[in-house]
């Protein structure tokens, strides 16, 4: 990488770098730059990184920076309970590829997505990770958090997104997910918008 205010210095090194292989960044000068450098952001094993390609690294960073604080506050913990969740199914699963690999990869997708981030945070757990593998994965069905023991309900957080029973996600301008029951036992949700 070179960041000189000589630009035919610049250039003799990039064709110089180029012709034996080398990759190479001239700063400020895309054309001549083999890689960029990535906006990122660190939260614990949650990596992310974002590239204009040399365009405008400053936009790059202003996305980064959005990106960060619309995150929620407990992703972290609930990567870390997929996470641990994944290492114990391996555990009683083992082997790498063909239709058993896919089997637990089928099985954790649906975790994933009918879990809310609280519920996964929840997998930090051996004990609800025992559950979760003898009720899901040794029954071979997708397990759900009622099945084991989880209210369905996620507590509300200022700023998530919330998770009704029947797994609507309503963004964050809907104010309250209220659930009742009318007459005759049918359950209804009402929503209201913040004032």
Do not use: H
């Not at 004990?127 to 979760?132: A, I, M, Q, T």
């Not at 029954?139 to 919330?162: F, H, I, M, N, S």
């Amino acid at each position: 990488m070179t960041a000189i205010d000589d630009n035919p210095l610049s250039k003799s090194i990039c064709v110089e770098c180029r012709a034996k292989g080398v990759l190479v960044n001239i700063a400020d000068v895309p054309p001549m730059c083999d890689f960029y450098f990535a906006a990122q952001f660190r939260r614990g094993p949650l990596q992310v990184m974002l590239s204009t390609g040399g365009m405008g690294p400053r936009i790059g960073a202003l996305v980064r920076d959005r990106v960060e604080k619309s995150l929620p506050n407990n992703l972290e913990d609930a990567i870390i309970g997929v996470g641990e969740l994944r290492k114990d199914l391996r555990k009683r699963a083992p082997g790498v590829g063909g239709a058993l690999g896919q089997k637990r990869m089928d099985w954790m997708k649906s975790i994933s997505e009918t879990w809310t981030l609280e519920q996964l945070e929840g997998l930090n757990q051996e004990e609800l990770r025992s559950k979760v593998l003898d009720n899901g994965w040794d029954q071979e069905k997708a397990v759900r958090p009622t099945d084991v023991g989880l209210r369905a309900q996620c507590p509300l957080r200022q700023g998530d997104y919330w998770l009704v029973p029947n797994n609507v996600f309503w963004g964050w301008t809907w104010g309250m997910v209220v659930t009742g029951a009318t007459l005759g036992g049918i359950a209804t949700a009402l929503v209201l918008r913040r004032r």
